[in-house]
């Protein structure tokens, strides 16, 4: 793996493939010792705010790299974190690191919509969303290219979540709340245009929705919105939420609990 001296080369040195280079983010693939590969994902940071920030909020690659950790131990299929790390270094100035498993032979489902026939049954991510509502964690940005589907040799398609840049991680399970129903809508209002309501509904019961909160969050997918003003208030939202809960939920090491499986009430969003 690349030793932090020659991060300057990040994406561009022997064996590495880059995958997104952007002002703020530059991700790259590169080899393990174990013949897998690593996603290394670099996050540049301001130098004004950032030195401040530092100490209200925790690092960003720290934060995805704890809830990535936290989905692993509740059996959450996802990206499984590696390591993660900070510094400051030429030619990218302070920057964050987070390392990450590749899932091999894995692609992006928003490139799977397309193409009819490719990925026809959403109720296994559907269920994986509910494991992972159940284990306390938020998502915050639940799109079709946040979600990596793999088709193992024999069975059916695999699904794995990614990049937790806005999760949050709640002291119980969150099903049933409106943090939860915030990740069914930016969900289902992204796949809705690709399947047939009444397949999105049926994947919805599949996540453990009773029939009248299905029907009450597809009327509230009319007039939903996924990006703008209206995605900061409800991460803002979120955020505030989780800091309430961590304050009011008795210490309890590593493991958040979980809210008792069964159908849960539909939240008014
Ligand atoms: N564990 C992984 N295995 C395979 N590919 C991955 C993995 N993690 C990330 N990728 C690839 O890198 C891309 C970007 O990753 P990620 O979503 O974490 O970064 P991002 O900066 O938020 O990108 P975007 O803004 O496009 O969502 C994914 O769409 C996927 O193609
Ligand atoms: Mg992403």
């Known amino acids: 793996m690349t030793p932090p001296d020659e991060l300057g080369a990040a994406g561009a040195g022997p064996g590495q493939n880059l995958i997104k280079a952007e002002f703020g983010t530059l991700i790259w693939l590169e080899p393990l010792e174990d013949g897998g590969r690593a996603i290394m994902k670099m996050y540049r940071r301001r130098p004004f705010y950032d030195p401040l920030r530092r100490w209200f909020l925790p690092y960003r690659a720290e934060r995805e790299f704890k809830v990535l950790s936290h989905l692993v131990r509740h059996g959450v299929a996802c990206s499984e974190p590696l390591s993660w790390s900070h510094g400051r270094r030429d030619p990218h100035g302070l920057y964050e690191l987070l390392v990450t ?46 979600i990596l589907v793999s088709f193992p040799a024999a069975g059916t398609p695999a699904f794995h979540i990614i990049d937790m840049s806005y999760s949050q991680i709640f002291p119980r399970g969150i099903a049933g709340t409106r943090m939860a129903t915030f990740d069914l809508l930016d969900l289902i209002y992204r796949i809705g245009s690709h ?10 019961a599949d996540y453990g929705l009773d029939e009248s909160a299905v029907q009450k969050l597809l009327r509230r997918l009319e007039r939903y919105r996924p990006r703008g003003h209206w995605a900061h208030l409800r ?16 210490r309890s090491p590593r493991d958040g609990g979980s809210r008792s499986a069964g159908p849960p009430a539909a939240s008014d969003t």
């Open 195 to 204: 399947y047939p309501a009444e397949r999105c509904a049926a994947w919805l």
């Open 235 to 250: 991460r803002a939202e979120t955020d505030l939420h989780a800091a309430i809960a961590r304050l009011r939920a008795p």
């Open 101 to 146: 498993r590749e899932v091999a032979g894995a692609t992006a489902l928003d490139k799977l919509l397309k193409p009819p026939g490719a990925v026809t049954d959403l109720s296994p991510l559907l269920r994986l969303t509910r494991r992972m509502h159940d284990s306390g964690v938020s998502h915050g940005g639940m799109a079709p290219r946040n």
